[in-house]
């Protein structure tokens, strides 16, 4: 059985948890907790509440999600 393709989809950060996890609305309309990829980590990328963000998901568990982008510009 081969490993399957993470889903990359965008969110929006509504709420700063512990230990670099984030509560993230995906575009779809779904509550999802996600943390900080070790890339994004590693370069000191700071998220805050009001950011878009890429994230990938798993087929497996849709509840989680990693942060893998924060992206540029001012949200509106």
Do not use: C
Not at 32 to 37: A, D, E, K, L, R
């Amino acid at each position: 059985m081969a490993k399957q393709e993470p889903i990359e989809l965008e969110a929006e950060v509504t709420q700063a948890l512990p230990n670099a996890m984030f509560r993230l609305k995906l575009d779809s309309g779904h509550e999802v907790i996600g943390h900080i990829s070790g890339k994004v980590r590693k370069n000191f990328i700071k998220i805050v509440p009001g950011d878009r963000v890429k994230v990938h998901m798993t087929p497996y568990d849709t509840s989680k999600a990693r942060i893998v982008y924060r992206q540029k510009g001012p949200t509106v």
